[in-house]
């Protein structure tokens, strides 16, 4: 990873003055105002939401050298951005970029949490939040969850499709499944891509199975958490040994994070894997979530009872042209970018994903939600450029 004068974050232009961490300074009371809301469907008051955008630009513009040049390169005046459509100007950060470079706008002292976005194969992101920002998100995925309906009581049995921690694992996806497992306390958790030693990992799909097997028989409810394509080929699994069906306990629920990215060729479509859950697992539809998110944007993103993916009320969601980066209108497929102002320790307030995808129109889900909501397409770029979940696919290979 890059550390030098011309990218390093660290450089703070902030030098002269006492640091104030994000919860307390004064000059993000708009940002966190606007970070405080608690309903994802609620109707975004759009002024609100540019003044808190610009608010953080200007934040990591003055603590973050290489941000403040990135404005001035792109000819960014803040005090001129007013509206949706000029902040859809503002310069975006390539999800790619964290991959080689740290680009932090706090001291080291104040990050919390730092994380990586990929599994066992590739170039990893490096992410770091400060206290206010991993809050921040964890409360809106505790307020997306409850808005979609899971349940917060009474103890559940996991089945976890990601990577089975150990001391020192900073995996984004396995940090964001063990934090989903708070909603209901564990009765009994099985990692199904268990650690082998020395950093590697494996596909269990016999001990998925198993697990499986004991969760029906137990009386508590189940929750299935992690790649979808882990659940697949485990049900596939119990249809080639010819086992019977399982009927998981009621209040069991499958939610899915990750998607088949790098795994195209063998993904089946949203319908088939839910009639697949409901045929061998009898869990229905309205207990299946959808999920989307990055270690680069934590915003989450829960789909309805129609799986869509809905925008909810602390983001902003782009389709950008994959030539110029403009955006697109609606049904238009292009770069999947979002832009909130939730995250004060990296300026990743408006980035770019790899990922292609296209955005409906608000009350266009037969959910009746009156927001936009996404479908992601596929990932854009080279096979050496791998996702956590592309990687974690490629265990499917031996397993």
């Known amino acids: 990873m890059q550390n030098d004068s011309k990218f390093h974050g660290e450089l703070r232009m902030v030098t002269d003055m006492q640091w104030l961490e994000a919860s307390s300074a004064p000059e993000l009371e708009c940002v966190r105002a606007f970070c405080a809301q608690t309903d994802p469907a609620a109707a975004r008051d759009e002024g609100q939401f540019v003044r808190a955008m610009v608010a953080l630009s200007r934040w990591h513009a003055e603590r973050n050298r290489w941000y403040a040049g990135l404005l001035t390169q792109h000819g960014t005046d803040l005090e001129r951005v007013r509206s949706l459509a000029d902040l859809a100007d503002l310069p975006s950060v390539h999800a790619n970029f964290f991959k080689y470079h740290e680009a932090k706008s706090v001291p080291d002292e104040a990050i919390a949490t730092h994380l990586t976005s990929s599994g066992t194969t590739g170039q990893k992101s490096q992410m770091f939040f400060d206290a206010f920002t991993m809050d921040t998100a964890r409360r809106m995925v505790d307020d997306a969850m409850r808005h ?12 976890v499709n990601a990577y089975e921690p150990y001391a020192g694992f900073k995996v984004g996806t396995s940090n964001t499944n063990q934090y989903l497992m708070r909603y209901a306390p564990v009765a009994e958790a099985f990692w199904t891509l268990r650690c082998i030693g020395e950093g590697r990992h494996e596909f269990d799909a016999f001990g998925a ?30 249809a080639q040994m010819g086992m019977p069906p399982l009927r998981l306990p009621a209040g069991s629920w499958v939610i899915f994070g990750g998607g088949w990215k790098g795994h195209a060729d063998k993904a089946i479509s949203r319908a088939a894997l839910q009639a697949q859950i409901g045929q061998w697992l009898g869990v229905g539809p309205e207990h299946i979530v959808e999920t989307f998110g990055a270690v680069e944007h934590c915003i989450p993103y829960v789909g309805c009872a129609c799986q869509h993916l809905h925008v909810p009320v602390w983001s902003e969601v782009l389709i950008r042209d994959v030539r110029t980066l403009a955006p697109l209108g609606y049904g238009e497929p292009g770069f999947l970018s979002f832009l909130s102002p939730y995250i004060t320790s990296v300026p990743a307030h408006s980035v770019v994903m790899g990922d292609l995808a296209v955005l409906h129109p608000p009350g266009s889900c037969e959910c009746g939600a009156a927001t936009p909501w996404f479908e992601v397409l596929g990932r854009a770029g080279t096979s050496s450029n791998k996702s956590c979940a592309a990687a974690a696919a490629e265990l499917l290979r031996a397993a």
Do not use: C, K, W
């Open 148 to 159: 979609r309906g899971v349940p917060s009581d009474g103890a559940a049995n996991y089945l």
């Open 209 to 238: 199975v198993q697990a499986l097997s004991r969760f029906a028989a137990s009386g508590q409810p189940t929750r299935i958490i992690g790649f979808p394509a882990f659940l697949h080929f485990a049900l596939e699994r119990m």
